[in-house]
């Protein structure tokens, strides 16, 4: 009490608040928790769905961002809203300026016809055309199971939007599953052209 009555008398009658510092590079413009929320593309139409824990966005720095430090399951819709795809991801940024999407650390994802993808990163590129077969990439190793007895794995993954025609840079492993053997069958690794 009395260091109180010392601070404001030798002010004359005016209290000094400490001034805090904040650099706007690394605190959210924007934070939100147990969020779910639709977002709508340039011309107002819904095409995605994020859930997420934690949504941070970085608004008042020269390359802005949003981050999902505690992963996020991200749907994507087509003109009649039926999932065309979902990722799953333990980090998601979204880069605004760039329209890019990083998932980072187990990352799953699955088309509309029950294909699923599993990879340590990949890269959604909204800028490319949905046709491309750069909309989503990764350099890292990747698998896909198209489900009965067929699973695929490489390096350098590279799909269209809708994640039904995709390539390795760097070709791994073919295998058939036999429910009657329970065995695996494979092929050597081979590299692509």
């Known amino acids: 009490m009395f260091l109180c009555v010392s601070v404001v008398s ?3 009658g005016k209290s000094v608040l ?3 510092a904040v650099d706007v590079a690394v605190s959210p413009t924007t934070h939100a928790e147990d969020l779910s929320s639709l977002i709508s593309d340039s011309t107002g139409v819904t095409k995605y769905r994020v859930d997420t824990k934690v949504w941070d966005i970085y608004s008042n720095i020269e390359k ?3 981050h999902f430090p505690e992963g996020a399951y991200l749907e994507r819709y087509d003109s009649v809203f039926n999932v065309e795809f979902f990722i799953k991801a333990d980090t998601v940024y979204y880069y605004e300026k760039e329209e890019l999407w990083k998932m980072i650390g187990n990352v799953v994802a699955q088309n509309e016809k029950g294909v699923k993808f599993e990879t340590s990163e990949l890269y959604m ?5 949905p046709s491309s077969m750069n909309f989503f990439y990764t350099d890292k190793f990747a698998r896909i199971d198209e ?5 695929s794995t490489g390096t350098g993954l590279r799909s269209n939007q809708n ?4 390539s390795f840079y760097e070709y791994g492993l073919e295998a058939t599953i036999t ?4 065995s695996i069958i494979s092929t050597d ?5």
């Open 10 to 12: 030798c002010n004359k």
């Open 18 to 20: 400490p001034t805090v």
């Open 64 to 66: 802005p961002y949003w």
């Open 125 to 129: 590129n909204q800028k490319e055309s």
């Open 147 to 151: 489900g009965g007895d067929r699973i």
């Open 163 to 166: 994640m039904t025609r995709y």
């Open 179 to 182: 429910e009657s053997t329970d």
């Open 189 to 193: 690794s081979i590299k692509a052209p």
